[in-house]
């Protein structure tokens, strides 16, 4: 996402504000409030001394109208706060997915009859397109739907999607062939095979996550949610068993009076945990909206609690430890071989690898000896591409088997030739491993030519986030097609904790799974069809959006900006929603000691006087401390919306330090801030003529 996507929005935004109101009000439906146990309790409340303020109005009330219509006021408003708590967190994503529905537009494709570009065309709107159809995109089209190229290669402006101005380069072939429907062409041509059926396309998916359509409640939220209904029965029980205990003890004590239920009820509501019983569906769908400002949309609310458990990362060398891709930096023959010869040989054997590092031995080898493009069509030649198997690539010419691949792939190609491989060989793959750089063998028939080298850079300031990681008892793997040497030494300079060399998608699934059985939680990113097992297999998969769509419909997650150290920042963002709740939890949890002392001397001091000891609050009045006790329990909800929606700072903290801190802010906190926050609204009361 572009950086000017990626700021968050102003949390009270008017438009968002607006209509965050509004859907507060049409939230007032027992429909809508049964889902949520605590505030339909609330709810209930609300309904109930409803009723009895008209019953006030009409005849006899059991308190003054004035008293009950307060009460009734404040309770109300709890649960309209509430709402708008998670309204204002709906309407973040509705803004989101308002933005990424302008880039769905009703597109005209061109169909074809056959997967060739000289097949007959037929121009067809993109909502009749069917799975497995080709279609025919060229430069200054709209792409009409998901798909990936199976012919040709152009230069795509994704903006829409992913905000990004800069235009991206997709082909046929390799992990970089899918596109997403509503991006244009900004050149060239391409041949894309639909890969999904209308309404189901990526961004119909995008659109309907960021809304919360689809959302559903996390193992964790739901089992905080049965602790809070627990808790909000055991409060109901109580509070109706304080009613004919009232009664009795009014009888034995022959004075006072006995509780009102409109005092029972804001009893009741003020010691149940309505703060977090009002914030919590806030909290997660906030989380969901923060990851989206990163730029990596979710396919669920799970994915993100997941993330926030992660206590291993399996992270790619290139592009996420180490600079982009590695480059060819030299050429290192055999005795008896020039270095000329094992380039012109290096870069015949590249000819088929489409990777990066295939690429740049073919420049190398043009920039310095001036090898150039040869007629293949004239050699007769079967050309070997690179695959994440074999590990090699090479060409079959007449009298002539070319290859070159990884050290132990090409050490077996030269066996098989019947072929032996000389001790300068092996000395020279260590001295490259062992300087950091990623030795590739070139061979000939049954000899071995020489080697390339292949350097990798550091990123800066990595090594100082996986100590950080570190910290917070998360375990960094290192995952690299390189030879364990290589691998050892780099992830030495990049201080990971350990590492997977010669990794193969069979490698990876295995170490994902051996890991899992451990009882941890796993993470990691992948772009390609062959990571698309072990994305599905992973607690967290983070597939890029430049990859395969077998890629991004195997992970939970899709990084828009196809960024794979995102996967830190993921993390991060899962550990904060989980912070967030758990702060909040606590906070309202011992909100309820200052309340205790607020509205149980207040209910029972008529009954029994020696509990005004219990006023060390000093409230005015008993119906002044029940007041404020209500006003202060509904307020408090909206003091906490900033806090939920932008989420508790978060800090690379181990658990203990964490646990110490979120008791000692949010717990002590809850403790001290009702009292103070009570006291001020009673004064207040009592300074407006109302107590």
């Known amino acids: 996402m572009s950086k000017q996507k990626q700021k968050a929005r102003p949390l009270f935004e008017p438009a968002l504000v607006r209509r965050a109101i509004v859907d507060s009000f049409r939230k007032l439906t ?77 597109i005209q494709a061109k169909r074809l009859a056959s997967p060739s570009r000289e097949a007959p065309v037929d121009i067809v709107p993109s909502a009749s397109l069917k799975k497995g159809e080709v279609v025919l995109v060229e430069a200054g089209d709209f792409v009409p739907c998901d798909g990936d190229i199976i012919e040709g290669v152009a230069s ?16 046929a072939g390799g992990d970089r062939s899918a596109v997403t429907g509503g991006t244009r062409l900004l050149s060239d041509w391409v041949l894309v095979r639909v890969a999904a059926e209308a309404g189901e396309t990526f961004l119909d998916r995008m659109i309907a996550l960021v809304e919360g359509a689809k959302r559903r409640k996390t193992p964790n939220e739901i089992a905080l ?51 977090i019983g009002g914030l919590l569906s806030a909290i ?37 430890i180490t600079l982009g891709n590695r480059q060819a930096d030299d050429f290192l023959p055999m005795p008896g071989v020039t270095e000329k010869e094992l380039a012109d040989v290096a870069q015949l054997a590249s000819l088929a690898d489409e990777t990066p590092e295939g690429r740049s031995i073919v420049v190398l ?42 050290p132990d792939a090409i050490k077996k190609f030269v066996t098989e030739q019947g072929g032996a491989l000389p001790r300068e060989v092996d000395e020279q793959v260590r001295a490259i491993a062992e300087s950091g750089g990623t030795p590739l063998l070139v061979a000939e028939n049954d000899r071995v030519l020489g080697a390339v080298w292949l350097k990798d850079i550091v990123k800066g300031g990595i090594r100082e986030r996986f100590a950080a990681l570190r910290s917070m008892g998360i375990k960094t793997v290192m995952v690299t097609g390189d030879n364990p040497l290589t ?51 992973a607690d967290v998969g983070v597939a890029m959006n430049s990859g395969t769509q077998a890629a991004k419909e195997a992970g939970n997650m899709v990084d828009l900006d196809s960024n794979p150290t995102k996967l830190l920042e993921v993390v991060e963002i899962g550990k904060q929603l989980l912070m967030t709740r758990g702060s909040l939890t606590t906070f309202s949890i011992a909100n309820d000691i200052a309340k205790y002392f607020a509205i149980i001397p207040a209910a029972f001091v008529g009954i029994y006087p020696q509990l005004g000891a219990l006023n060390v609050m000093g409230l005015a009045t008993p119906q002044s401390a029940i007041l404020s006790a209500v006003i202060f329990n509904a307020l408090i909800i909206v ?45 207040t009361l009592v300074a407006l003529g109302l107590a």
């Not at 055991?234 to 009664?247: D, I, K, N, Q, Y």
């Not at 990971?496 to 796993?522: C, H, N, S």
């Open 639 to 683: 003091v906490l919306i900033p806090l939920a929606l932008r989420g508790v700072r978060y800090r690379a903290l181990g658990a203990a330090r964490a646990l110490r801190d979120n008791l000692l802010i949010y717990g002590l906190g809850g403790v001290i801030v009702p009292f103070v926050g009570i006291k001020v609204i009673d004064l």
């Open 365 to 406: 080898a043009k920039e310095r000896f001036g090898i150039r493009a040869r007629d293949m069509n004239a050699l007769d030649a079967a050309f070997v591409p690179f695959t994440a198997q074999t590990r090699l690539s090479g060409v079959d010419l007449a009298g002539r088997v070319v290859r070159k691949g990884a």
């Open 225 to 275: 949610n049965i602790l809070l209904a627990a808790l909000t029965l055991v409060f109901l029980v109580v509070c109706a068993t304080l009613l004919p205990f009232s009664a009795f003890a009014v009888e034995q004590s022959g004075h006072g009076a006995p509780v009102t239920i409109t005092v029972l009820a804001a009893l009741f509501v003020c010691l149940a945990p309505t703060t």
């Open 156 to 171: 795509v402006d994704e903006s829409a999607i992913t905000g990004e101005s800069a235009p991206v380069i997709r082909e």
């Open 284 to 320: 997660g769908i906030a989380g969901m909206d923060r990851l989206i400002q990163a730029g990596v949309i979710a396919t669920s609310g799970r994915a993100v609690e997941a993330a926030g458990d992660v206590d291993v990362l399996l992270l790619d060398k290139t592009g996420t």
């Open 487 to 537: 691998a050892a030494a780099i992830a030495a300079e990049a201080g990971v904790d350990d590492f997977l060399a010669e990794a193969t998608p069979e490698a990876k699934l295995a170490l994902i799974r051996k890991t899992q059985a451990e009882g941890r939680l796993v993470a990691m990113t992948g772009d390609g069809t062959n990571d698309a097992p072990a994305l599905a297999q």
């Open 30 to 106: 027992p429909q809508n409030q049964v889902r949520n146990p605590v505030m339909f309790t609330v709810y209930m409340g609300s309904l109930l001394t409803t009723a009895l303020y008209i019953q006030a109005l009409v005849g006899h009330g059991e308190a003054p109208a004035g008293f009950i219509l307060a009460i009734t006021v404040w309770l109300w408003f709890t649960v309209i706060f509430a709402n708008f708590a998670e309204a204002m967190a709906e309407g973040r994503g509705k803004a989101q997915a308002d933005s990424l529905r302008q880039a769905r537009r009703d």
